[in-house]
């Protein structure tokens, strides 16, 4: 599809319609996919961020309460990516003034931690605001705003965490002010299996480490590896995927801020992991298998080893997710 904003004063919101309250998940993501920086992403079922959504009299949007960030993230409604998109959205619909909500963000998953975490909040967060509207908006239509927030939160507007994170699924990003993204068939055993080991590294420092130019022979070997991936995906190739999914121009940089990162590619690779990276711009790192026997198998090795060199960490293993954000209920 492509993303346009669209004119919002048209959509019409009917008072009536809107809900007192909701509660709202939005899945965690892998960016990059190893080799296509910034264009190709992916969503999982663990973790993922929550936004409960109440209304309120008081117009405006407010902060209520962060919980899981460690008070590293700011409650003013302006400075806060999940309120600052929500006041953007509303204020396009032309009905910042008419209507008033508080937000509850529950983070599910570190700050920093390479899994898309500003994006799974914004995309909660706009996705509550629809719901408390009654959906009058498209995921198309929410789309800008979540890139918005990328832009908010680490001073790039990649969407290569929000795309997957609100249509879930593996997502191809193709261009910049004209944006493309495109949706890739997800193949049935295809499984993540992700470990953070606990060190902090920012996206913007992260993007910082990475070479302005590259030799056109290192772009000539990884165009063709995100071409043989997109191709292996569409076609359910495993052995393809494998050999696709690797990358010269971004890892080599960024290696470094991750402890351990050769060592944990060796015994993703030596226990039949088909790929093993950097999960966005990291420091969590993905082995990409066949089937959750072998991700939870990697993932176990790679922890025994952080353990055993002192670096506590945590693990999940998933399938991709397909379904994108979704509305829980309040007594679960
Ligand atoms: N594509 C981005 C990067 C994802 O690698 O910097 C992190 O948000």
Redesign the pocket.
């Known amino acids: 599809m492509p993303v346009s904003q669209n004119n919002l004063k048209e959509k019409k919101i009917d008072f009536n319609a809107i809900l007192d309250k909701v509660r709202v998940f939005a899945p965690a993501t892998v960016?990059?996919m190893i080799c296509g920086?910034?264009?190709l992403?992916f969503a999982v079922d663990e973790p993922g961020d929550e936004v409960k959504m109440y209304r309120v009299a008081e117009p405006g949007v407010r902060i209520r309460s962060i919980v899981g960030d460690g008070g590293r993230l700011p409650l003013d409604a302006d400075r806060n990516t999940v309120s600052a998109c929500v006041k953007m959205l509303l204020n396009d619909l032309g009905i910042l003034q008419d209507i008033g909500v508080e937000i509850e963000l529950i983070k599910h998953m570190p700050i920093g931690s390479?899994l898309?975490s500003?994006?799974a909040s914004t995309v909660a967060g706009l996705f509550a605001i629809n719901a408390i509207l009654g959906n009058p908006l498209t995921k198309d239509d929410l789309m800008p705003y979540c890139v918005e927030g990328?832009r908010l939160a680490?001073g790039?507007g990649?969407a290569?965490?929000v795309a997957p994170a609100l249509i879930g699924g593996i997502t191809l990003v193709r261009g910049g002010s004209d944006l493309d993204i495109v949706k890739i068939p997800v193949p049935k055993e295809l499984y993540a299996g992700i470990v953070f080991p606990q060190v902090d590294v920012p996206?913007r420092d992260?993007?910082q480490l990475?070479k302005e130019k590259v030799l056109l022979k290192d772009a000539v070997t990884q165009w063709g590896n995100i071409a043989g991936l997109v191709a292996g995906l569409f076609q359910e190739d495993y052995e393809l995927i494998s050999r696709s999914m690797h990358d010269v121009i971004?890892e080599p940089s960024?290696a470094i801020l991750i402890p351990e990162f050769y060592a944990m590619k060796e015994i993703a690779l030596s226990n039949g992991a088909l790929s093993f990276g950097?999960s966005?711009?990291?420091p969590s790192v993905v082995a990409v298998s066949k089937g959750r026997e072998v991700a939870e198998l990697v993932t176990t090795k790679i922890q025994e080893h952080l353990t055993a060199s002192g670096i506590e960490s945590f693990k999940y293993v998933s399938p991709v997710n397909v379904e994108g954000p979704k509305v829980l209920s309040f007594n679960d």
């Open positions: 960016a990059n920086f910034d264009i992403g390479g898309g500003s994006s990328e680490c790039h990649h290569d965490n996206t992260a993007r990475i971004i960024r950097i966005g711009s990291g």
